[in-house]
Each structure stands twice: as structure tokens, then as C-alpha cells.
């Protein structure tokens, strides 16, 4: 009994400890701890993020910290007040969050800052002039994948278009980045790579809560596998690898204590980041096109344009090449693709406190803020916020063209904004594939739309966004949606 004693006030004292809630200090912004301890207020922010921060925006303001599964978050509401958190330097770290996150979700040891610098020196080769060989390469594997495919006859077909869109843009992707496997490849094999991916990928948003993998039935040996594909000797014999992915193999080699399970991680991981974000995203603008059939006139319209303009005159007999010069002219497109990445995308911008210190917000304006603590931005806000974009909820494909070129001013309380829309990030974190996606997105719906009619299937209505992975990028649709193409017939 004696003996028991000490152990159960030592539970005692650790449940106190658990169950006290942190208190708010002078300076500090409003508290909502949530009364489950640890837990806090996870499960009501994970059931609707986006309605869950606009109810404690109108309670407590702009800006106010919420207990998240173990975290305390300061959610900055204001887009206003942007700039002076994606400016901050030395006392807001973005990579301390990657560094621990990643590596877990991932399956590779966590990386010194040497080599985390010489990998971030790498995301040059997907932007500047490494965009002109990688954006030729991509519209090639597009051509090749929808000639094996789908360019066989004038039939009307009848498909699922996440499905589909995943499947082209999947296999499209991976062959431009990472080559072409040695093995004569086949459809069949892409296809299975993809069915592995997604089951990794249905789990991603557990992963980066931190679950353990164990916890996740067969997802640690799915992840093995899909390492497996990427181990160096493998790699090694692919043909026609981009040049991006040839440096970080040529980085991982000088790295004598690296294995090689590790680096087919780190290869692993440029899948996920490649092809995460870009699938959902290229659903939606096909999506919220084919829906809106006076868009999909207008933005064709402008493609053949573009091509005539350069001398071509398309026909469905022949390969169409869209040079990066062309698909940069496609303004309307463009307009159309910023406009469906408003609609889906749900990324949260994460920063670590370094140390205790006084945020300055604006030039009136300063918080408290804590070593350790999270500093959120949640961009869906103001991309769903109606006096910044009237009729929010609403897809209009021309929102982002003024005057014949890109818009860019956009206002809230009279003020212009500097940030107004971030489907890519922010700052020092912001997406380094940004360009490419947005390039190779334009070159699917430029193929799809030059190429065939499209048409939804009766009675769909448009899918809700799916929130199980709200904080983490482009949602995905609750539900797939049918639509059926054809190839079309040459215009006289
Ligand atoms: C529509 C498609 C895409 C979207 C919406 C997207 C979005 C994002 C976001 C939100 C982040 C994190 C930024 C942050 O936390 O502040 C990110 C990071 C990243 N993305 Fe993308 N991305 C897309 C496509 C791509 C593509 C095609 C590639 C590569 C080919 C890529 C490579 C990366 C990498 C390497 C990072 C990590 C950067 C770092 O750790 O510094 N992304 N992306």
C-alpha cells in the first residue's frame, strides 16, 4: 500500500497537469482552450475549418489563439495584417514545422540544415528558364498519354472525371519528372503506382496529424512499397529523368551516411508534393469549366486564337504543341485556373514562434506571442470573404482578367491588398512548383478542350469540398463526377 501511494498522487499530479488549461497573458490575443484536455478544439476545427474560424472571427476578432491537439495556433484573420507575418524573418520559422512533419509522414531521418539548403537550392530546376525544357517534355507525355488513351475514336464515352483527370495528369507528371521507368512501361503499371498512391494519400492527413503509421492498417507497408520504387539502383535506370530530379539523385549520392531507403523516401516525397495538389486542382478547373459551357466557348476560343496568331491551324489529325511562350498568353485560362484554386484550395500558412517576443501586426497594433507557438494563416478566408470577391461561391472564369490583362487589385475596407489569393503559400514557403503546375494544368484543359466535346451527365450537382484534408492544400470533391467526350470533328 505504501508503495502505491507515491505512484497514484504522481497520476494524480500528471492528471492536474494535463487538465490545466493554459491561462492568457497581458498582451496576448483571446484564448480558446476547448474543454478536452490535449485535444482542445481539434475535432470541432477539423469538421469545418473554414466555419469554424469565420464563428470565432466574429466573436473575438482578427486575431485569437485556439488549442489544437496539443498546439496553441494564433489565427491572423485579417488580410491586411498579412504582410507583417510573411515578412517576418529571424522570430517566424516556417522549416522547423516541415523538418519535424515531414520526415514522420515520409518515411525518411530527419535532414541536417546542409543539405536541407543544397535540396531548397534544387527547387531552382522547376522555375526561370528550367521551366522551357520541363514544360516541352510535359506537353510531349500529355500528347502520348491521351493518344494511348483516349484519341482512338469519334465514340461518345462516359467517365468519372476525377478518375480521369487523375489518371492523365498521374502518369503525364511522373514521366516528365521522373523519366521513364527501364522496364517497357505499361498503362497497367502507371495505373497500380496511382491505386498505391492514393491509398498513401487517403491516409496523408492522419500522417500529418502525427498518428503513428502503426496505427494505420496497411499504410507502413504501402509506404515501403512506394519507397521501394524509388531506391537509387532503380532509379538509376529510368530514361529521359528531368534535370531536377537527376540533382537532388546527385545531391543524395555525396551523402555517405545516407541509405538508401532514405533517399527513395526523399524521392518518394517529390511525388506526393508533384501530384498531391495539382490532381484535385486539375479536377476542379475541368470541372467548373465543363459546367459552364459559355467559359469553355470563350477560353477555346482564346487557344485557337494563340495558335493561329503563331501561323497553326489545329486539326484533331495532328499532335498540337503549346510552347510556354503560348500558354502564357492564355490569359482567360489562366483566369480560369486561379478561379477554380480559390474555390478548392484550404492551405494553411504555418509559422514557429522562436522565442517570446511582441508581434508587431500593423502600425497600431502588437500581440504577445510565445516560443513554440504556431502563428496560422488560413487563406480560404479571404478567398471566400464577399467583400473582397462579390458572390464568393460563384465560378466566374473572367475574375482575374481586367482590361485584357491579369487583375490584380483587389479590395477590402477600401484598402487595396497585397495577398489575395495563396492556393501556393506564402513568403519563404511558398510552393516552388508553383509555375509548373499552373503550366501543366493549362496544357491538360488546352488538350482536352481542343481536342474534345464535353459534357456532364444529367442531374449531377456540383460536389461539395471534401474536408478531411481542410489545412492542407486543394480539397478534393466529396463525390466523383460523370461526364461523357468525344473526339471532335474538324471545323471546316
Ligand atoms: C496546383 C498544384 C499545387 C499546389 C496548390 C501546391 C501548393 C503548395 C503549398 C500550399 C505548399 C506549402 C507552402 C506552405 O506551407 O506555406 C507547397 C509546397 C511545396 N510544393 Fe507545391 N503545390 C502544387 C504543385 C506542386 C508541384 C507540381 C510541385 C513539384 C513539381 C510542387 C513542389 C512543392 C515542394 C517541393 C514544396 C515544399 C517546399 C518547401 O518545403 O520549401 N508543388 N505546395
Redesign the pocket.
Same mark, same amino acid.
Not at 492556393?423 to 506564402?426: L, Y
Not at 514557403?429 to 508553383?434: A, F, T, Y
Given at each position: 500500500m505504501s508503495a502505491l501511494l507515491p505512484l497514484l498522487f504522481g497520476l494524480f499530479g500528471l492528471l492536474l497537469l494535463l487538465l490545466r488549461s493554459r491561462k492568457r497573458r497581458d498582451g496576448e490575443p483571446p484564448l480558446i482552450n476547448g474543454w478536452i484536455p490535449f485535444i482542445g478544439k481539434a475535432l470541432h476545427f477539423g469538421k469545418d475549418a473554414h466555419k469554424f474560424l469565420e464563428e470565432y472571427k466574429k466573436k473575438y476578432g482578427d486575431v485569437f489563439t485556439v488549442h489544437i491537439a496539443g498546439k496553441y495556433m494564433t489565427f491572423i484573420m485579417d488580410p491586411h495584417l498579412y504582410p507583417s507575418i510573411i515578412r517576418q524573418g529571424r522570430q517566424l520559422d516556417?522549416h522547423e514545422f516541415?523538418g519535424k512533419v515531414a520526415p514522420l509522414t515520409f518515411g525518411y531521418k530527419p535532414v541536417q540544415s546542409d543539405l536541407w539548403e543544397k535540396i531548397?537550392r534544387s527547387?531552382q530546376l522547376?522555375q526561370g528558364d528550367n521551366l522551357q525544357p520541363l514544360t516541352g517534355s510535359m506537353m510531349s507525355n500529355l500528347i502520348l498519354v491521351f493518344r494511348q488513351d483516349h484519341l482512338d475514336h469519334g465514340l461518345w464515352r462516359s467517365s468519372s472525371m476525377y478518375d480521369f483527370c487523375s489518371s492523365v495528369m498521374f502518369e503525364a507528371t511522373f514521366l516528365t519528372?521522373y523519366g521513364r521507368p527501364a522496364a517497357a512501361l505499361r498503362h497497367s503499371d502507371m495505373e497500380a503506382l496511382r491505386e498505391d498512391f492514393n491509398k498513401f494519400d487517403n491516409m496523408f492527413p492522419l500522417l500529418i496529424a502525427q498518428v503513428p503509421i502503426w496505427l494505420l492498417g496497411q499504410t507502413s507497408a504501402i509506404r515501403k512499397k512506394l519507397i521501394h520504387y524509388f531506391l537509387p539502383e532503380r532509379l538509376s535506370r529510368f530514361s529521359n529523368t528531368s534535370e531536377f530530379i537527376k540533382t537532388r539523385v546527385g545531391l543524395f549520392e555525396q551523402e555517405s551516411s545516407m541509405k538508401d531507403v532514405d533517399k527513395g523516401a526523399h524521392h518518394f516525397a517529390?511525388l506526393w508534393?508533384?501530384v498531391g $495538389?495539382?490532381l484535385p486542382?486539375t479536377f476542379w478547373a475541368m470541372y467548373f469549366l465543363v459546367s459552364h459551357p459559355e467559359a469553355l466557348q470563350t477560353v477555346r476560343r482564346e487557344i485557337l486564337d494563340v495558335l493561329r496568331d503563331d501561323g497553326v491551324e489545329f486539326s484533331t489529325d495532328s499532335d498540337v504543341k503549346l510552347s510556354k511562350e503560348q500558354l502564357d498568353k492564355l490569359i482567360y485560362l489562366e483566369s480560369s485556373i486561379n478561379e477554380s484554386?480559390r474555390l478548392s484550395?484550404a492551405?494553411t $500558412?504555418?509559422r514557429v514562434v522562436q522565442e517570446d517576443f511582441s508581434l508587431r501586426l500593423d502600425a497600431s497594433r502588437a500581440i504577445s506571442v510565445r516560443k513554440g507557438d504556431i502563428i496560422a494563416l488560413y487563406p480560404q478566408s479571404m478567398h471566400l470573404d464577399p467583400e473582397i470577391y462579390e458572390d464568393p461561391q460563384t465560378f466566374q472564369f473572367d475574375r482575374f482578367v481586367q482590361d485584357g490583362a491579369e487583375k490584380t487589385d483587389f479590395y477590402k475596407d477600401g484598402q487595396k491588398l497585397r495577398y489575395y489569393l495563396m492556393?501556393?503559400?506564402?513568403g519563404s514557403?511558398?510552393?516552388?512548383?508553383?509555375y509548373?503546375?499552373v503550366n501543366e494544368i493549362k496544357q491538360f484543359l488546352s488538350l482536352l478542350l481542343l481536342y474534345f466535346e464535353l459534357e456532364l451527365e444529367e442531374g449531377q450537382p456540383r460536389p461539395a469540398l471534401d474536408p478531411s484534408r481542410a489545412g492542407l492544400?486543394?480539397l478534393l470533391p466529396s463525390t466523383d463526377i460523370r461526364f461523357r467526350y468525344r473526339l471532335r470533328a474538324n471545323e471546316a
Open positions: 516556417f516541415t531548397r527547387f522547376l519528372i517529390m508534393a508533384s $495538389n495539382t486542382a484554386l484550395s492551405s $500558412n504555418i492556393p501556393f503559400g506564402s514557403s511558398m510552393c516552388p512548383g508553383r509548373f503546375a492544400g486543394i
